[in-house]
């Protein structure tokens, strides 16, 4: 049996996979360990490449998920899947130093107190590379803002290398993760139903190996959406939160589209409205799309049927939608905004609904 499990999620990483694979081998000699390479369908081969070298080692294994996405999510489904005691994440570019590795399980298996090691930046002789000074401030930044959500002293949360005794993941699994974006490790340590004993290393983090980054402006929405989780999740589902923010956003576009047709002397208020009312929609569908199912994201066909289904199955919200507004505004004219703001709040519940059900609801069908 494994003494220690490396998890190590990819995407799009088969130019890596083998010489990530050598160099945890040399980092880890004398120790019982796997590796568990988590792939989320890489069109690049990669989940062949795991195969390829599993044939190769035994300590080498795939999982291989197609319909499902995501860092965080692709992490716990290897740490569940693993039977060592311990367990660590690493990313598949060799931007984390492996030699940490040895150090790691040492001061686990010397401290039976301490629930977790991490790889930090941000202690003396930790160091984020070449980063420039922009990278290096958000993610400062999003480090001050996670301190609100998390049960442990800790430099560097938002490190994705880190090492915990699986009794730690199970337990945070269990009391109800987010898996949302990047930052397993903050969500670790934010749904652990004790404050977790965390003792931290430093490293200095590296360039990518080969590929290309996965860093986007996504990344920070997610992030964003993993904090709103922790705090309101247990209230209100998380995709829940995600959609009524963009609904936010096609507000915005729903008063914009109708102040211009409307007040403009384009429109009367009610082909305006209804006009409104079908590009906020549109709107809406298309933002849903790149980040509310994000790990659903539909393409090609499957974009286009997506729309048509979220247009049908909003097409009540809508209709009921233009029909309180239009008859709040008769009835009274001066509260043209206020009867557009009633007619976009009426329909907001049905489309989640609705749409959750019948859009998205078939993770990886494109």
């Not at 039976?112 to 980063?131: A, E, K, L, N, P």
């Not at 001050?144 to 994705?160: C, E, F, H, T, W």
């Not at 976009?344 to 609801?361: K, Q």
Request: with cysteine; net charge neutral; charged share 20%.
């Amino acid at each position: 049996m494994p003494q220690l499990s490396v998890i190590v999620p990819t995407f799009n990483e088969s130019a890596n996979v083998a010489e990530l694979r050598r160099r945890v081998g040399e980092a880890l000699a004398g120790i019982d360990w796997e590796m568990i390479f988590v792939d989320d369908d890489s069109p690049d081969g990669t989940a062949e490449q795991v195969r390829a070298l599993a044939q190769q080692d035994a300590r080498v294994r795939g999982v291989h998920r197609i319909g499902r996405r995501g860092l965080a999510s692709a992490c716990i489904e290897g740490m569940l899947a693993s039977s060592a005691p311990v367990v660590a994440v690493i990313d598949g570019d060799l931007q984390h130093d492996e030699r940490l590795l040895p150090r790691m399980l040492a001061l686990l298996q010397a401290e039976s107190g301490v629930d977790v090691v991490v790889g930090s930046r941000y202690i003396d002789g930790g160091g984020t590379g070449d980063w420039d000074a922009q990278r290096e401030h958000m993610s400062r930044w999003a480090t001050r803002l996670s301190q609100a959500v998390i049960k442990a002293d800790l430099n560097d949360p938002m490190s994705g290398f880190f090492m915990i005794r699986q009794s730690a993941v199970l337990a945070s699994v269990r009391a109800g993760m987010s898996a949302v974006g990047f930052k397993i490790l903050l969500d670790l340590l934010a749904a652990a139903p004790r404050p977790l004993v965390v003792r931290e290393l430093p490293y200095e983090f590296r360039s990518r190996f080969a590929g290309e980054s996965k860093l986007d402006t996504s990344v920070m929405w997610e992030y964003a959406i993993m904090l709103l989780d922790h705090w309101f999740g247990r209230l209100i589902p998380v995709r829940f939160i995600a959609f009524t923010l963009v609904g936010g956003v096609g507000l915005l576009v729903h008063l914009a589209v109708l102040a211009l047709l409307f007040k403009g002397g384009h429109a009367g208020f009610l082909p305006a409205q209804a006009v409104a009312t079908l590009v906020a929609m549109t709107s809406n569908f298309v933002l849903n799309n790149l980040l509310t199912y994000r790990d659903r994201r539909l393409k090609g066909w499957g974009w286009v049927r997506g729309w048509i289904s979220f247009s049908l199955a909003c097409g009540v919200g809508a209709l009921a939608n233009v029909g309180l507004a239009s008859w709040l505004f008769n009835t009274h004219q001066a509260w043209w905004l206020l009867s557009a703001v009633a007619g976009v709040l009426v329909g907001a519940v049905w489309n989640y609904a609705v749409t959750a059900v019948y859009t998205w609801n078939k993770p990886g069908k494109n």
